[in-house]
């Protein structure tokens, strides 16, 4: 029922033009023995016949006529399902060739983010990791940021240091309670331990629970990746809202190489470069680098 149903007018066209074939013949035969004056002109005899005879069913004539009609409908429908095809077709090539410019056009946005994503990247790392605050080999600077107002953590967003184990290592997220990190978030913004000991000592241990006491946090609840004795952590805010949205922390395998005078001045130089490449990485970090989830 669907053939029929979707094809109908193509398989009536058909029988149409079968039959006028047939009709044609009969109808010639027909016309011999209707036509009232043979000798006359044959043409006229011939129209005659059929002028008085287009209403007879009993001749071929009116289905010679309806054949015919039908044949002319089929042809004329075959003819617009065409033109339609045709419309149809240069829409598909429209919607293709604009499809194809979207994927390309998507494909350079991407790119062009990613770009922007790593040079946001290189900025920050040209801007904290200077020789002005005595970066080296034996530091990291990591920075964390508050991705939403009622977050409980502090989502790693940066994060460099020229020995590899020491760039690769460290949590995807910090509690806003816990370690130096956040003694300076949920205090003054800043925080200093430097404690010249074994820090897989228990004396090490103790000195950082006292250090920290003092501020009302605790010491981190999973091992540090790198065994740092010198700590500086510094919050800052986003320069054009006031509010607080990350902070820094440096670090150092030895005491002395880093000074916390030095690294203030040097921030506090770049305090609106900072803040802004740090919203902007924030804003894209979700994108090209996610978090897995680990706390």
């Given at each position: 029922m669907k053939f029929l149903k979707a094809y109908w007018l193509s398989i009536l066209e058909s029988v149409a033009t079968v039959s006028l074939a047939a009709i044609t013949v009969f109808l010639g035969i027909w016309l011999k023995s209707a036509m009232p004056n043979a000798d006359e002109e044959v043409a006229t005899s011939a129209f005659q016949a059929i002028q008085a005879h287009w209403k007879d069913f009993s001749t071929p004539i009116p289905y010679f006529g309806i054949a015919l009609l039908v044949s002319l409908v089929g042809k004329f429908d075959g003819f617009r399902s065409k033109y339609r095809s045709n419309l149809l077709d240069g829409?598909?090539?429209?919607?293709?060739?604009?499809?194809?410019?979207?994927?390309?056009?998507?494909?350079?946005?991407?790119?062009?983010?990613?770009?922007?994503?790593?040079?946001?990247?290189?900025?920050?790392?040209?801007?904290?990791?200077?020789?002005?605050?005595?970066?080296?080999?034996?530091?990291?600077?990591?920075?964390y940021r508050r991705q939403a107002n009622d977050d409980k953590y502090l989502r790693q967003i940066f994060r460099f240091s020229s020995t590899h184990a020491y760039q690769e290592g460290g949590r995807i997220r910090v509690p806003i309670e816990e370690g130096v990190v956040g003694a300076a978030w949920l205090n003054h913004g800043r925080k200093e331990v430097?404690?010249?000991?074994?820090?897989?000592?228990?004396?090490?241990?103790?000195?950082?629970?006292?250090?920290?006491?003092?501020?009302?946090?605790?010491?981190p609840g999973e091992a540090l990746s790198m065994s740092s004795k010198y700590f500086y952590a510094r919050a800052?805010?986003?320069?054009?809202?006031?509010?607080?949205?990350?902070i820094v922390?440096?670090?150092?395998?030895?005491?002395?190489?880093?000074?916390?005078?030095?690294?203030?001045?040097?921030?506090?130089?770049?305090?609106?470069?900072?803040?802004?490449?740090?919203?902007?990485?924030?804003?894209?970090?979700?994108?090209?680098?996610?978090?897995?989830?680990?706390?």
């Amino acid at each position: 029922m669907k053939f029929l149903k979707a094809y109908w007018l193509s398989i009536l066209e058909s029988v149409a033009t079968v039959s006028l074939a047939a009709i044609t013949v009969f109808l010639g035969i027909w016309l011999k023995s209707a036509m009232p004056n043979a000798d006359e002109e044959v043409a006229t005899s011939a129209f005659q016949a059929i002028q008085a005879h287009w209403k007879d069913f009993s001749t071929p004539i009116p289905y010679f006529g309806i054949a015919l009609l039908v044949s002319l409908v089929g042809k004329f429908d075959g003819f617009r399902s065409k033109y339609r095809s045709n419309l149809l077709d240069g829409e598909r090539k429209a919607v293709s060739s604009l499809r194809k410019e979207l994927r390309v056009e998507t494909q350079a946005h991407a790119e062009s983010k990613s770009n922007y994503f790593e040079t946001l990247g290189s900025a920050l790392k040209y801007m904290l990791t200077s020789r002005v605050v005595g970066f080296d080999h034996r530091c990291r600077v990591t920075i964390y940021r508050r991705q939403a107002n009622d977050d409980k953590y502090l989502r790693q967003i940066f994060r460099f240091s020229s020995t590899h184990a020491y760039q690769e290592g460290g949590r995807i997220r910090v509690p806003i309670e816990e370690g130096v990190v956040g003694a300076a978030w949920l205090n003054h913004g800043r925080k200093e331990v430097e404690i010249d000991l074994d820090p897989s000592s228990d004396e090490f241990a103790e000195a950082m629970n006292a250090a920290l006491a003092t501020e009302g946090c605790g010491c981190p609840g999973e091992a540090l990746s790198m065994s740092s004795k010198y700590f500086y952590a510094r919050a800052f805010e986003d320069h054009d809202t006031g509010k607080r949205i990350g902070i820094v922390v440096y670090e150092s395998v030895d005491v002395g190489v880093l000074k916390r005078e030095d690294i203030d001045n040097a921030i506090e130089s770049e305090t609106l470069n900072v803040s802004r490449l740090v919203r902007h990485l924030g804003a894209l970090h979700g994108e090209f680098s996610p978090d897995p989830g680990e706390e």
